[in-house]
């Protein structure tokens, strides 16, 4: 049982709690320090940042966690969770020692570090903290002057566990953009992922595709093998094409070398077929939707890619197997039958668009309930301009994130396209009177972001938060 933490008098740290760090804290107060850095998670505003010192400054005190293992990195702005959760499943079903490094999480910050698809004990995310907590105790601001934000720590701490481990690959989710993303302290890497580029967090990455494919393609590094998923915008691959050819990286377009498509599918699973240089692959994919077969045959050319760099070739059962196993919830999940409850994070038009697509090509739904709720920022509009044919009745609801979207804004942007919407406080609310009146086949879509989808999975499931 770790020492309650007290700390003594002198120094005082980014919570305001004075003292040195020399006792082991415990999971809460590990949080609750983490959470005393800028976030832009929790705050929307974003630290701005002309590179990677600081980060690139703890991770040598720590004593560079990051190197000595096969890596794999993957941007984008749609898909690359998904595709990493794929990747790391296919791996892991080979026989080797994983780590998993993504965001957000969806009720605890452990499931951000995973070992072997695992996410790691409170204990040791909590261990892992106290010897960050250590080395960088006596410099709150920054290692070089500057703020370290929440997301270098939680990612340190990632490097920290698979080094610990230790894991024979690592496969490392971007956080936002790429360029001067915290995970992009890589000098060399195995391969590096875009999944499919489009306009998001415009503030902050570009007004344009362009601008936003150039954040992207930055992580890109000499050597290494680039596999690029289908773009829809010409110019984000041309961006990728160019980046891969200044680095004299070699590139994989895996919408030229790769085909795929469905065999048949029922409400939790797909069975799919990938035909690429390698041949015909069948398997079985417990994520629903045209847009994951994509996901898939993607993370299929990466681990084809990292096979060969390492003079390997993957057998066909392999693959298939690590795409059967892939758990990546809250991505068009069902969660209850009698009526029918699907959870999803789509949170933009893209997102909302395949949602739709999904709903009416998987589930042959033509009325459906939605519950909504959204990021402050996002496009409530685009998304409603999506699912409002699909809805015969919106609850607009806040979820218990910072940065949730008032309910009335939603509920105004549905009132606005003829559809019937009202507000609700919270999930919980919505969705048990949701549940009681509609009938056995009725369809209930959770949507609007992976934190209300979150909170509905946890709620119906009696997962503990």
């Given at each position: 049982m770790p020492r309650p933490y007290r700390a003594p008098s002198d120094h005082v740290p980014p919570n305001g709690r004075r003292g040195r760090y020399n006792t082991t804290v415990t999971y809460d107060e590990a949080i609750e320090w983490l959470l005393s850095f800028a976030d832009f998670e929790r705050s929307g505003r974003f630290q701005d940042r002309p590179d990677l010192t600081p980060m690139l400054a703890l991770l040598e005190r720590l004593g560079n966690p990051h190197l000595g293992r096969a890596t794999v990195h993957i941007a984008g702005s749609k898909g690359k969770g998904s595709v990493a959760a794929m990747v790391d499943s296919i791996l892991l079903a080979?026989?080797?020692?994983?780590?998993?490094?993504?965001?957000?999480?969806?009720?605890?910050?452990?499931?951000?570090?995973?070992?072997?698809?695992?996410?790691?004990?409170?204990?040791?995310?909590?261990?892992?903290?106290?010897?960050?907590?250590?080395?960088?105790?006596?410099?709150?601001?920054?290692?070089?002057?500057?703020?370290?934000?929440?997301?270098?720590?939680?990612?340190?701490?990632?490097?920290?566990?698979?080094?610990?481990?230790?894991?024979?690959?690592?496969?490392?989710?971007?956080?936002?953009?790429?360029?001067?993303?915290?995970?992009?302290?890589?000098?060399?890497?195995?391969?590096?992922?875009?999944?499919?580029?489009?306009?998001?967090?415009?503030?902050?990455?570009?007004?344009?595709?362009?601008?936003?494919?150039?954040?992207?393609?930055?992580?890109?590094?000499?050597?290494?093998?680039v596999v690029m998923g289908t773009q829809a915008h010409p110019e984000a691959e041309g961006v990728v094409r160019r980046c891969a050819s200044q680095v004299d990286a070699p590139l994989i377009d895996v919408a030229s070398e790769y085909r795929?498509?469905?065999?048949?599918?029922?409400?939790?699973?797909?069975?799919?077929?990938?035909?690429?240089?390698?041949?015909?692959?069948?398997?079985?994919?417990?994520?629903?939707?045209?847009?994951?077969?994509?996901?898939?045959?993607?993370?299929?050319a990466t681990v084809e890619v990292l096979t060969q760099r390492e003079g390997k070739s993957l057998p066909k059962d392999t693959l298939a197997k690590g795409l059967a196993n892939v758990r990546w919830p809250c991505r068009i999940e069902v969660i209850r039958e009698d009526p029918l409850v699907i959870v999803?994070?789509?949170?933009?038009?893209?997102?909302?668009?395949?949602?739709?697509?999904?709903?009416?090509?998987?589930?042959?739904?033509?009325?459906?309930?939605?519950?909504?709720?959204?990021?402050?920022?996002k496009d409530i509009d685009g998304l409603a301009e999506e699912v409002a044919p699909l809805a015969s009745r919106v609850l607009a609801v806040r979820s218990e994130h910072p940065r949730a979207m008032d309910p009335q804004r939603i509920a105004e942007a549905f009132g606005r396209l003829g559809v019937d919407s009202r507000t609700m406080d919270k999930v919980s609310e919505a969705l048990d009177p949701a549940i009681a009146s509609v009938g056995s086949h009725a369809l209930i879509c959770v949507a609007g972001s992976l934190f209300v989808a979150a909170e509905a999975r946890a709620h119906v499931l009696g997962v503990r938060t």
């Open positions: 080979d026989g080797r020692r994983t780590g998993l490094y993504t965001s957000p999480h969806l009720v605890h910050y452990t499931e951000r570090i995973r070992l072997d698809h695992e996410p790691i004990s409170p204990g040791r995310f909590a261990s892992l903290a106290t010897r960050v907590q250590r080395v960088i105790g006596e410099s709150p601001l920054g290692l070089d002057g500057r703020q370290l934000v929440t997301f270098d720590l939680l990612t340190a701490l990632g490097f920290m566990a698979f080094e610990s481990q230790p894991v024979d690959v690592q496969v490392v989710e971007v956080g936002l953009g790429g360029r001067v993303d915290s995970t992009n302290v890589f000098d060399t890497k195995d391969v590096a992922v875009v999944t499919p580029i489009s306009l998001e967090h415009t503030a902050i990455l570009g007004d344009t595709v362009e601008q936003i494919a150039r954040e992207k393609a930055a992580i890109l590094r000499p050597g290494c093998n795929w498509g469905i065999v048949t599918h029922d409400r939790r699973s797909q069975d799919i077929r990938i035909k690429g240089p390698n041949g015909n692959l069948i398997a079985k994919l417990p994520l629903l939707g045209k847009h994951q077969i994509e996901n898939a045959a993607t993370a299929v999803d994070g789509a949170h933009n038009r893209d997102s909302a668009r395949r949602l739709a697509e999904t709903l009416v090509e998987y589930f042959a739904a033509d009325r459906v309930l939605f519950v909504i709720g959204c990021g402050s920022d």
